[in-house]
């Protein structure tokens, strides 16, 4: 037993070593760090069970499975989101350039063109012809150009032909669901997904223009498994107010949709609840 001794003595010596390493080590990262580490060992994405949601216009049923937040700096160097099966074809730009104009100092300089604007372009004012030639003259001094931040969200979804909606029809467009931004139980921004769908069966010229969202079931009870995508431009700060992101079904406009609150709605999912895609 004596003999044991001195490697007990030093095995409790290595284990009191180890732990002043990792509380060292703990204290010396950030407190977003540690929140980081917390949320990433205590979510069980693994027991995730998304729900279905019925979109009765389109007759087809939603189930949410993951998603995916791209910024735009990341998303022409990416490689998981295939060029071919974006609207447009291509990888969206990383630096989207818009044009902005200051109407309000154009108003302020110009009261006539201010009458025009609160008139809601009333003709014995301005003509629409008078407009185009003033807009010609002026507008290059109080515009500019610059980029404006944009998210990429790709949604991993299961949608079933379940019959019957507006359209009888088994060709479905399948993009109807909303991505929203939230601040507290204010809705900030909201956005259909008009980007990316990876199972498309239209893809040439008109069609492809006109229908790339829409999928041709052949019976009910059919489903598909895709990812749909779309952007989201912030220009107006949005993003920095967002306190949560949701995927779901906004409600028809009228009392309703004043008392809306996604976090509390069977048709909405939030993304924190969701699996992120590998």
Same mark, same amino acid.
């Given at each position: 037993?004596?003999? *044991?001794?001195?490697?007990?003595?030093?095995?409790?010596?290595?284990?009191?070593?180890?732990?002043?390493?990792?509380?060292? #080590?703990?204290?010396? *990262?950030?407190?977003?760090?540690?929140?980081?580490?917390?949320?990433?060992?205590?979510?069980?994405?693994?027991?995730?069970?998304?729900? +279905?949601?019925?979109?009765?216009?389109?007759?087809?049923?939603?189930?949410?499975?993951?998603?995916?937040?791209?910024?735009? +700096?990341?998303?022409?160097?990416?490689?998981? &989101?295939?060029?071919?099966?974006? &609207?447009?074809?291509?990888?969206? @730009?990383?630096?989207?350039?818009?044009?902005?104009?200051? &109407?309000?100092?154009?108003?302020?300089?110009?009261? +006539?063109?201010? /009458?025009? =604007?609160?008139?809601?372009?009333?003709?014995?004012?301005?003509t629409e012809a008078e407009c185009e030639e003033f807009m010609r003259e002026h507008e290059a001094e109080y515009s500019w150009e610059e980029h404006v931040k944009t998210k990429y969200y790709f949604i991993r979804c299961r949608i079933t032909?379940?019959?019957?909606?507006?359209? /009888?029809?088994?060709? *479905?467009?399948?993009?109807?669901?909303?991505?929203?931004?939230?601040?507290?139980?204010?809705?900030?921004?909201?956005?259909?997904?008009?980007?990316?769908?990876?199972? @498309?069966?239209?893809? #040439?010229?008109? #069609?492809? =223009? +006109?229908?790339?969202?829409? &999928?041709?079931? #052949?019976?009910?009870?059919?489903?598909?498994?895709?990812?749909?995508?779309?952007?989201? =431009?912030?220009?107006?700060? =949005?993003?920095?107010?967002?306190?949560?992101?949701?995927?779901?079904?906004?409600?028809?406009?009228?009392?309703?949709?004043?008392?809306?609150?996604?976090?509390?709605?069977?048709?909405?999912?939030?993304?924190?609840?969701?699996?992120?895609?590998?």
């Amino acid at each position: 037993m004596k003999k *044991k001794l001195p490697v007990i003595v030093a095995a409790l010596a290595l284990v009191g070593l180890v732990a002043a390493v990792i509380a060292i #080590e703990r204290k010396s *990262k950030t407190p977003m760090d540690r929140y980081m580490e917390t949320t990433q060992t205590t979510k069980q994405t693994d027991n995730y069970i998304p729900a +279905k949601i019925i979109d009765n216009d389109g007759g087809l049923q939603y189930e949410f499975l993951s998603y995916d937040l791209i910024d735009d +700096k990341d998303i022409e160097t990416q490689a998981k &989101y295939k060029a071919e099966y974006f &609207y447009d074809g291509k990888l969206p @730009p990383s630096d989207y350039i818009v044009k902005k104009v200051d &109407y309000d100092a154009m108003a302020r300089d110009f009261p +006539k063109f201010d /009458e025009y =604007r609160k008139s809601y372009c009333d003709e014995s004012i301005m003509t629409e012809a008078e407009c185009e030639e003033f807009m010609r003259e002026h507008e290059a001094e109080y515009s500019w150009e610059e980029h404006v931040k944009t998210k990429y969200y790709f949604i991993r979804c299961r949608i079933t032909y379940i019959g019957g909606g507006i359209n /009888e029809s088994n060709e *479905k467009w399948v993009s109807t669901f909303d991505f929203l931004i939230m601040n507290g139980n204010k809705m900030v921004g909201s956005a259909n997904p008009t980007c990316y769908f990876d199972h @498309p069966q239209n893809t #040439e010229g008109e #069609e492809r =223009r +006109k229908h790339y969202f829409v &999928y041709k079931f #052949e019976k009910v009870g059919d489903s598909i498994e895709c990812i749909i995508g779309g952007r989201l =431009r912030d220009d107006n700060d =949005r993003f920095s107010e967002a306190t949560g992101y949701y995927v779901g079904f906004l409600p028809s406009v009228g009392s309703d949709f004043d008392q809306f609150n996604p976090a509390l709605d069977v048709r909405c999912v939030a993304l924190k609840d969701m699996p992120k895609e590998p």
